[in-house]
Nanobody, 125 residues
Framework: QVQLVESGGGLVQAGGSLRLSCTAS????????MGWFRQAPGKERDFVAA????????YDTDSVKGRFTISRDNAKNTVYLQMNSLKPDDTAVYSC??????????????????WGQGTQVTVSS
């Protein structure tokens, strides 16, 4: 059983930056592919970014193109989401997710086995 705990959310002005962290426990982190998703009030959960256990990255280019960067530190069992040039539309609860090994469609939330509780990101205009 893998537990995921997100941190780093908060309130930031438009144009600002935040770095989210997701720390895993209970499994061999280096063998898990990781994803970040977000859900705004009244909306469906959306894919943001993912990184495979081999380090390959995928982004939702339409919404986060050039602004967000996903990375991982296997020594710290942690995946990060660096968010720059934040916009009010980025306001949401951000959750990380994990799946063992590699999967074909990283943006599909149904392929992930484990989920964190989420961290709130609020961007003021």
């Amino acid at each position: 059983q893998v537990q995921l705990v997100e941190s780093g959310g908060g309130l930031v002005q438009a144009g600002g930056s935040l770095r989210l962290s997701c720390t895993a426990s209970g499994g061999t982190f280096s063998r898990y592919s990781m994803g970040w998703f977000r859900q705004a009030p009244g909306k469906e959960r959306d894919f943001v970014a993912a990184i495979t256990w081999l380090g390959g990255r995928t982004y939702d280019t339409d919404s986060v193109k050039g602004r967000f960067t996903i990375s991982r530190d296997n020594a710290k069992n942690t995946v990060y989401l660096q968010m720059n040039s934040l916009k009010p539309d980025d306001t949401a609860v951000y959750s990380c997710a994990a799946v063992y090994g590699g999967v074909t469609i990283m943006r599909d939330p149904n392929v992930y086995t484990y989920w964190g509780q989420g961290t709130q990101v609020t961007v003021s205009s």
